[in-house]
DNA sequence: CGCTTTCTTGAGCGAGCGCTATAGAATCGG
DNA sequence: CCGATTCTATAGCGCTCGCTCAAGAAAGCG
């Protein structure tokens, strides 16, 4: 079919809007980025955001999964790819420490950092993020324990101590590039988290 | 002298109506504290609270202090104390596990997470907390240097890695304790961060 | 008892919040 | 061209924000 669109055609583009308030959510925060903040950023007015994005929860849910799946596959492709539980770890901390610093981004994570202050009123946007942290706790301990099992790792490994301390220090990083610390820096944090790791 | 007070006596102890403010921002954060918040935990009407402790910002800036003498000694007294680095890192992490899940408290620390998200208006705030986690870096730095000097840890150490990698760890777990993580985890994450050490 | 001083109370300021009603502009099918 | 449809722009809704004015209450001093 193809049915033409009908009506007056939309003055702005769709994704490139996006981005934009991706980037403000990022560097900003949910709560503390105003209606006002986004349609500036966007280049729009409001009743377009909202024809566009529905409401601010619903816009910002759209762009935590644009986020997730834009800049937040390193972790994924690091824990999928990598032949050995270590490795898998070590290369999530390192390319965290280039991710949280790379130029033209805000530094640290979004979903790690958005949502640390939140009234009750955004309690849900927040508890979300915290699903999704706790989701990658899960994961760490996932590829560990299949480390374990493969014989990479000692039998007696504590394997969910682990997977929240690689999560701690991840989150700690992330803290620290949004106070300034430079890929470098972080790199090695990255490096002493991984001197922790059994038969270091 | 002693002369006495003239005028109508305050209503309301100053001490505990702090402390209820103090908790306030522990929980909530700076800027998701609204001044009808704190002037229902403190008891007391909005002309009281600007007469005894001036705007949002000073009240803020006195709950922070108080909160670092009476919340925050146990790292000074960790480093001070112990006779050496590894010991004092080692117990600055481990206590904090217990103060960051402590019942009766707002989970983690107020230094930590009361500013992440911060509009510009509160930058100055936000600026604060940050010069005062750069400071807890200098301070595990120059303990870990005096270790390297006391022969106890490697000559080759690097100082400044151990010291931010630390203070990348205790902020992981402050947020790891506002996720919901209990007490055993967090001790579970400082003994996972010791390993990280020279000579473990 | 006044008089002064200090605090409390209630009301409300201007500004910004998230969000929307309304009217006009731009594109379609016919 | 006309009407239907869908967007944009202005303006403003009710609400909350941080903060303060004005009036009254409670104390000490003479």
Wanted: aromatic fraction near 8%; charge should be negative.
């Amino acid at each position: 079919m193809a049915t033409r669109q009908r009506g007056r055609p939309r003055s702005f583009d769709r994704d490139t809007a996006l981005e934009k308030a991706l980037r403000t959510f990022w560097e900003h925060g949910y709560e503390t980025t105003s209606i006002a903040d986004l349609t500036r950023a966007m280049g729009i007015a409001a009743p377009s955001l909202y024809a566009a994005f529905g409401d601010k929860k619903t816009l910002f849910e759209e762009v935590v999964e644009v986020y997730v799946h834009r800049y937040g596959g390193f972790i994924g492709r690091a824990l999928a790819e990598e032949p050995t539980a270590r490795g898998a770890v070590g290369r999530v901390l390192r390319e965290a420490a280039v991710e949280y610093t790379e130029p033209g981004r805000p530094p640290g994570c979004l979903v790690i950092n958005a949502a640390v202050n939140a009234a009750p009123a955004s309690a849900e946007v927040a508890e979300a993020l915290r699903a999704m942290r706790e989701e990658n706790v899960r994961a760490f301990a996932s590829r560990i324990r299949a480390g374990v099992a493969a014989g990479e790792l000692p039998e007696d490994t504590d394997v969910s101590a682990l997977a929240r301390f690689t999560a701690a220090v991840l989150q700690g990083m992330s803290q620290q590039a949004r106070d300034g610390a430079g890929r470098g820096e972080l790199e090695a944090v990255a490096d002493a988290a991984m001197r922790a790791w059994p038969g270091a």
